[in-house]
C-alpha cells in the first residue's frame, strides 16, 4: 500500500482557504449551522478547532465535519498531523457507504488492511466512524468536488429528514 507524497510547507497556507471554500460550501445547503469546536462551546480540548455541520438549530448530530488534527489513541489513520492535511467527513448512511465502497460498513474492520487512510483527494471509509456509514476525503480538491458536493447533499438529505421526523413533521412526497 503506497501513500501520496508529503505535501510541501507552501500548502499550509492553503489549507485556511480550501477549508473555508469547503465551509462555504457546507452552509450553502438549507438549515444549515456550523459549530467551531473551542473551550467557549464546552468542547473537549481534543476537539477544538474541528467545525459540526448540522440540520437545524437544535444540532442533534452533524452530517459533516471537518477536522484539521489528529485524536491521539482515538483517530490517527489520517495523519492529519502532517502540513497541509485536512479531512472532510461525511455521513452517507449505510447504503450509499455499500455503494461506494463494495461492502456493508459492520465489514470495514475486514478490510482495513487494504485502505490507505493518509491518500488525498480519495472519497475513503473514515478510519474511526466508517463502521457507523462516514466516509471521509483528505483534502479534496477540484476534480473531486463534484463527488464531494453529491455526498454532502445526500448527507445533508438524510440529516434533514432526521430533523423533521424529530420535529414530528411530515414529509410531503407529492
Known amino acids: 500500500m503506497t501513500s501520496l507524497?508529503?505535501?510541501?510547507?507552501?500548502?499550509?497556507?492553503?489549507?485556511a482557504a480550501a477549508?473555508?471554500?469547503?465551509?462555504?460550501?457546507?452552509?450553502a445547503l438549507p438549515h444549515v449551522t456550523q459549530v467551531q469546536a473551542d473551550e467557549r462551546s464546552g468542547a473537549p480540548e481534543a476537539s477544538w478547532g474541528d467545525r459540526f455541520f448540522f440540520v437545524g438549530s437544535d444540532r442533534r448530530r452533524p452530517f459533516a465535519t471537518i477536522v484539521e488534527h489528529d485524536v491521539p489513541?482515538?483517530?490517527?489513520?489520517?495523519?492529519?498531523?502532517?502540513?497541509?492535511?485536512f479531512r472532510l467527513n461525511v455521513h452517507v448512511g449505510r447504503e450509499e457507504f455499500q455503494r461506494r465502497f463494495g461492502y456493508p460498513p459492520a465489514e470495514l474492520p475486514d478490510h482495513r488492511s487494504g485502505v490507505d487512510f493518509t491518500r488525498?483527494?480519495?472519497?475513503?471509509?473514515?478510519?474511526?466512524?466508517?463502521?457507523?456509514?462516514w466516509a471521509c476525503v483528505l483534502n479534496p480538491g477540484v476534480r473531486r468536488l463534484p463527488?464531494?458536493?453529491r455526498l454532502l447533499a445526500h448527507a445533508h438529505g438524510r440529516a434533514s429528514g432526521e430533523h423533521r421526523r424529530a420535529r414530528g413533521e411530515q414529509h410531503d412526497s407529492r
Open 5 to 15: 507524497p508529503e505535501p510541501s510547507d507552501d500548502a499550509v497556507p492553503h489549507v
Open 120 to 133: 488525498c483527494d480519495e472519497v475513503l471509509p473514515h478510519p474511526a466512524y466508517g463502521t457507523y456509514g
Open 147 to 149: 463527488e464531494v458536493d
Open 73 to 85: 489513541g482515538f483517530d490517527e489513520d489520517s495523519r492529519l498531523d502532517r502540513p497541509g492535511i
Open 19 to 27: 477549508v473555508a471554500e469547503l465551509v462555504e460550501r457546507i452552509v
